[in-house]
C-alpha cells in the first residue's frame, strides 16, 4: 500500500503541469517588462506605434495563460486556495513571476521525490 497522498494527481500529470507553468512565469515575467516599456511609451513620451496599440490585449492573453497554469499545478499538487491566489498576484508585480517559478519548482520537486520514495513508480517506470 502507498503512502501517496489521495489528493495529488499522479506524479506524471504533476511534473507536465510544472513544466507548462515553468515557461509561463518566465513568458508571463518578460511580457510584464514589455508591458511596462509599452504603458511608459505610450503614456509618458505619447508614442503610437505597433507595439502601444496591440500589446496590452497580447499581455492579458499571456497573464490568463499564466493564471490558468497556475490553477492547474496548484490543483495537481493540492496546494490550498491561499497559495493559489498569491502566484496569480505574483504575476502582476515584475521579477516576481520568477522567484515564486523557482520556490514553486523546489517545493513541487521535493513533493515528487516524497512521492517516489513513499512507493509511487519513479520516472521512466510504466
Do not use: C
Request: proline share 6%; aromatic share 12%; net charge positive.
Amino acid at each position: 500500500m502507498s503512502t501517496y497522498p489521495q489528493t495529488l494527481a499522479k506524479p506524471q500529470q504533476i511534473r507536465s503541469a510544472l513544466s507548462a507553468y515553468r515557461v509561463l512565469a518566465t513568458v508571463a515575467g518578460f511580457a510584464l517588462f514589455v508591458l511596462i516599456l509599452e504603458m511608459v511609451m505610450k503614456y509618458v513620451f505619447k508614442q503610437t506605434n505597433l507595439l502601444t496599440q496591440y500589446w496590452s490585449p497580447i499581455h492579458g492573453l499571456i497573464y490568463f495563460a499564466y493564471a490558468v497554469s497556475v490553477a492547474n499545478l496548484g490543483l495537481k499538487a493540492a496546494w490550498g486556495p491561499v497559495r493559489i491566489v498569491k502566484n496569480l498576484l505574483a504575476g502582476f508585480v515584475p521579477v516576481v513571476p520568477w522567484v515564486a517559478e523557482r520556490r514553486n519548482t523546489v517545493q513541487t520537486e521535493a513533493l515528487l521525490s516524497r512521492a517516489y520514495t513513499a512507493g509511487t513508480p519513479g520516472p521512466g517506470s510504466s
